[in-house]
């Protein structure tokens, strides 16, 4: 579909630690066209290998504040002593010109980003196969200790708590089946009728 005949969704994607939703964003990014992955914000400081714009933003404490002061995020969040916030005229620019933005976030952000565009929103939430595969998959990562590993996994039922929150609900038994399965979703959501730009006119011309 044309850019220019449509406005753009925020498709975010929520799951907890484990369940896959930084894989699905990417092979979402690389095989549906007129989808961007959103660019936070953060204080964190760059890593050799990340590009500045591309992978992140990277700003200061002080100025970082001024954002949030004069309302220039989505949502925004601290994580393990850093900030991240996604801008809010960049991702409103884009969605203006036809151009679908992918969030992953938590429960939290989607609820602040709700509160921003609540028209432009689709929410999917990605469950595990099963509590045993979540273990298996937060026990499996190198850097876990018994203590960290407990901790993730009590993060991970909180957040799955909040899965009434969302439109859709995936299970993620295998990840090509649940990337088709966001795919499905983005193509029907492409097609509401309030997406559309200039839909009376076309409508007043075939009549």
Known sequence: MNNNTRKGLVLVISSPSGAGKTTICKKII??????DLSVSVTTR??????IEGKDYFFTNDSEFETLVRNDEFLEHANVFGFSYGTPKKEVISKIEKGIDIIVDIDWQGTRQIQNHIPNDIVKVFILPPS????????????????KNFLKR????????????EYDFVIINKEINLAVSQIKSILISERLRRYRYLNLKN???KLK
């Not at 400081?45 to 990340?50: A, F, G, L, S, Y």
């Not at 509590?131 to 018994?146: C, M, Q, V, Y």
């Open 131 to 146: 509590i045993k595969e979540l273990e298996n998959r937060l026990g499996n990562r190198a850097s876990e200790d018994k």
């Open 153 to 164: 996994m009590s993060e991970a039922r909180k957040e799955i708590s909040h899965y009434l």
């Open 45 to 50: 400081k760059i890593r050799k290998d990340e």
């Open 30 to 35: 690389q095989e549906v066209d007129g989808i």
């Open 202 to 204: 076309i409508v007043e």
